[in-house]
């Protein structure tokens, strides 16, 4: 009885966690074996390849964002996740209306981010618990790849250029996929890419974790709001699995968090959600020790960005700027400068 029982809290807790945009969607849910490691052979069969690469460079339907979650920079081309209008867009400035940029895909249940190496770029699908990988070619950006079955609702990519790898994230398996690109293309020029390995946090299965930050000597995964703590780790010597380094709890107002960035002599802290999932309690924290989250002794600065009423999301830095994604509001993309702790030159772009 009691291994049914905890079976089905699992479950039931998995149910109820909310969509990672603005935490009004249902989440679906299979509970199977865990996917085992995947290294290729010299003469690997590449999983999710298309046999034609696909390019879709369509114009962009709508004048405005809907929930805008990541906007980055790849050489001389800027993209936006622009979650719930489910594409993601490109253009070559920022400047130009929205319905002037091109579209990515379109094929996407909720994009979070997006990742690059300089050759591919690899997005994640997040309902679809999916991973796309596109690549520049001279008929501009192609989908070339899906790769399927990744955890739970992955919800964050980032590129390791040290390990040369991208780390893309489960939210709620507490799972981070180690994915790699073949060492060389096939007969069109496409490179291959495949999953090399597959670590998880024990803990933070069943956890809704929205991002993780490699900064310091840790990589840092933010507090779910059914969790309330901030979990240091770092790969083992093996590179096989996580050592948890140490924890940091937070305050009930604070445990929904989107993100954690150090910038200057502070760690900046974008929240989502109180304990309770709570929106009207979205803000932005710093600290300059992340020990005072536990108490309520870090300060608030979302009122110096001159928006308020909405739920800010990632920020990124591109060449030297700040720019945050931010949303439940019509300021969705922020720019901003910090010189010598201060927030300056806060700009909303679109």
């Known amino acids: 009885m ?9 479950l039931f807790v998995a149910v109820l966690l909310i969509s990672a945009c603005t935490e009004q969607s249902a989440v679906q849910v299979h509970i199977g074996e865990q996917t ?4 290729p052979a010299d003469e690997a069969v590449y999983e999710g390849m298309l046999s034609e690469p696909v390019a879709n460079g369509g114009k962009n339907t709508y004048d405005t964002l809907n929930v805008a979650t990541y906007i980055t920079k790849v050489e001389d081309t800027y993209f936006i996740a622009d979650c719930y209008h489910n594409q993601i867009i490109y253009n070559q400035n920022l400047t130009d209306p929205l319905s002037q940029w091109r579209v990515l895909t379109n094929e996407v249940h909720y994009a979070h981010t997006i990742a690059s190496d300089g050759v591919m770029l ?15 070619t001279d008929d501009g950006y192609v989908h070339t790849q899906t790769l399927e079955n990744i955890g739970m609702r992955p919800h964050y990519v980032q590129y390791d250029a040290k390990n040369q790898v991208f780390m893309a994230w489960s939210s709620i398996t507490g799972e981070m996929y180690l994915v790699k690109k073949a060492e060389h293309p096939d007969a069109r020029g496409i490179y291959p890419l495949y999953v090399d390995k597959i670590l998880k946090i024990e803990e933070l299965y069943g956890v809704y ?26 790969f083992n010597s ?22 954690l960035v150090k910038i200057g002599d502070f760690y900046y802290i974008t929240i989502s959600t109180d304990n309770q999932e709570n929106q009207d309690d979205a803000t932005i924290l710093r600290t300059d020790r992340l020990e005072k989250l536990s108490d ?6 979302y009122d110096q960005f001159g928006v308020s009423g909405g739920t800010p999301y990632y920020i990124t830095q591109i060449e030297g700027r700040y720019y945050m994604t931010h949303h439940r509001t019509n300021e969705n993309i922020i720019a901003f400068d910090i010189n010598q702790n201060q927030i300056e030159h806060v700009e909303v772009i679109y």
């Open 122 to 136: 690899l997005a994640d699908d997040t309902e679809n618990n999916r991973l796309l990988a596109f690549q520049r």
């Open 238 to 259: 093996s590179r096989d699995g996580f050592d948890i380094l140490k924890e940091y709890q937070v305050a009930d107002q604070a445990a929904g968090m989107v993100q």
């Open 296 to 301: 309520g002794s870090y300060e608030e600065i």
């Open 209 to 234: 974790v929205r991002s993780f930050t490699v900064m310091e000597d840790g990589i840092y995964f933010v507090s779910g709001h059914n969790n309330q703590k901030i979990i240091k780790a770092a």
């Open 2 to 10: 009691k291994k049914k029982s905890t079976a089905a809290a699992l």
């Open 36 to 39: 085992q490691e995947s290294r």
